[in-house]
């Protein structure tokens, strides 16, 4: 199985809060993870990845962080959330011996 | 730096009429891979078809099929027979072996498939 689970599916934060996305995964060991922003109308950006427990590679400078504690967990935080942090959040894995990625259902995250 | 560009942001279409929806990307890496992949209403990602860049023969999924011109860095999404599901915002992606498979997207194409 490649499910991969995310939670919460949907958030309202006041600016200013702080943020815990999670993300854990099912399957073989060692899966590469990364976390994909989407905001409205525009298309996926990468944000993290990670290609195994306590390595995080980050793609765009943000007020937003990174960990993998557990091999199948990835956890996106911010310790204060910025109106431009609102989108769609969404967690992929590699899927085993090839180059797919499989995606979970997405966190949507509203900034007021 | 590699870049994915889907230069028609909506499309309609009528139901079981065919469809293109079109693709280029900018690379200079040898060994890549592309993909469509569908983001219907309820936004969950799904992979609707993936191409090898060493395999000249095109790849098909069912109704959907593609037409990879590796020259020209072209790589359009044919939909036959298409459906009221196939509804959708439709997302051509591009990673390469070096990268960790990370996927380049480009900003999507929203096809509507009317009755």
């Known amino acids: 199985s490649q499910t991969i689970h995310q939670w919460p599916a949907t958030l309202v934060q006041p600016v200013g809060s702080p943020l815990s996305l999670e993300c854990t995964v099912e399957?073989?060991?060692?899966?590469?993870l990364y976390w994909y922003r989407q905001a409205a109308g525009r298309g996926l950006q990468l944000l993290f990845y990670s290609v195994g427990i306590g390595q995080i590679s980050s793609e765009v400078p943000q007020n937003l962080s990174a960990s993998r504690p557990q091999d199948r967990q990835f956890i996106l935080s911010s310790k204060k959330l910025l109106l431009s942090d609102s989108g769609f959040y969404l967690c992929a894995r590699g899927k085993d011996g090839a180059n797919v990625l499989t995606f979970g259902a997405g966190s949507r995250l509203t900034v007021l | 730096a590699q870049t994915v560009t889907q230069s028609q942001p909506e499309m309609s279409v009528q139901e079981a009429e065919t469809v293109t929806l079109s693709c280029t990307y900018d690379?200079?890496?040898?060994?890549?891979?592309l993909f469509w992949y569908k983001q219907p209403p309820s936004r969950q990602m799904i992979l609707v078809i993936r191409?090898?860049?060493?395999?000249?023969q095109n790849a098909t999924e069912n109704r959907f099929s593609v037409n990879f011109q590796k020259a020209a860095k072209s790589f359009s999404l044919k939909i036959s027979d298409s459906q009221l599901g196939d509804t959708a915002m439709y997302f051509c992606a591009f990673t390469w072996g070096g990268s960790n498979y990370k996927l380049t997207f480009g900003k999507g194409t929203l096809l509507t498939v009317n009755p």
């Open positions: 191409q090898e860049a060493y395999k000249q």
């Open positions: 690379t200079s890496e040898n060994n890549y891979y």
């Open positions: 399957g073989t060991s060692n899966p590469n």
